[in-house]
């Protein structure tokens, strides 16, 4: 897998996220550009770092209207097979937290930006509704970062599956229902994330457990914590 970086990520005051950690991932804060073809990392968190999920029932709920708005409402032909069709934005790997998200994804067509508003709104609608609460629940628009190389794309997968064990929450990663973990390591076999991308580097799903798991040695840098993920 080749990752380069698309032309609008070149253009003069737009800013390619081809960083050697995760914690430079928030610094500087500059305008993202969305192009189909590229992977991105997605994430937000709650307002004042407040819960967005708060039982079981909110992460399910979460993950249907992610379906739904990433998946559904509108599918892309492809034209290299004749007559498939794929997803408009593929999950490559995600982890829902008490008060934060992170979606590896990799697009096929062009308007993330809608499909994220609306599954957020709907989300926060039923959340308001449910709780008895007014206003906003996500601490402001979804955060976007362009992911261009290939080490760095295997350990971002590493650290949004690691990120309830880091947290605490867990001791083993397939502990945590709420992330594509269990899918990568046929605890479950979901149809949610595409794992291919991912697990082609890999001999087998096994290996790429011993590589989550600490098998592998870190990427360097790769392990500092992204501000989003501090309480």
């Not at 698309?6 to 804060?29: D, Y």
């Not at 492809?78 to 069709?85: I, R």
Request: aromatic fraction near 12%; glycine fraction near 8%; charge should be positive.
């Amino acid at each position: 897998m080749r990752f380069r970086t698309p032309a609008a990520h070149r253009q003069p005051g737009c800013f390619a996220v081809g960083l050697t950690s995760l914690g430079e991932l928030l610094i500087p804060r500059r305008r993202t550009i969305i192009a189909p073809g590229e992977y991105y990392h997605l994430y937000n968190r709650g307002v004042n770092r407040e819960p967005v999920f708060f039982g079981r029932d909110n992460y399910l709920f979460f993950l249907k209207r992610l379906r739904r708005f990433l998946f559904d409402e509108q599918q892309v032909a492809d034209p290299s097979v004749c007559g498939s069709v794929t997803r408009p934005v593929e999950v490559v790997a995600y982890c829902l937290m008490p008060n934060h998200y992170h979606l590896l994804v990799h697009l096929n067509g062009d308007d993330l930006s809608d499909r994220m508003q609306s599954l957020s709104q709907a989300y926060t609608n039923a959340i308001n509704r449910a709780r008895g609460r007014v206003g906003p629940l996500f601490q402001g628009r979804f955060e976007s970062r362009h992911v261009e190389r290939d080490e760095y794309f295997l350990h971002l997968s590493r650290y949004i599956h690691l990120n309830p064990v880091v947290a605490g929450l867990v001791s083993r990663a397939e502990d945590w229902e709420f992330s594509s973990y269990r899918d990568y390591s046929n605890w479950r076999a979901g149809d949610l994330p595409s794992r291919e991308a991912v697990l082609r580097s890999f001999e087998s799903g096994d290996a790429y457990c011993r590589f989550v798991n600490g098998g592998t040695p870190v990427l360097p840098g790769v392990c500092t914590r992204l501000a989003i993920d501090d309480d």
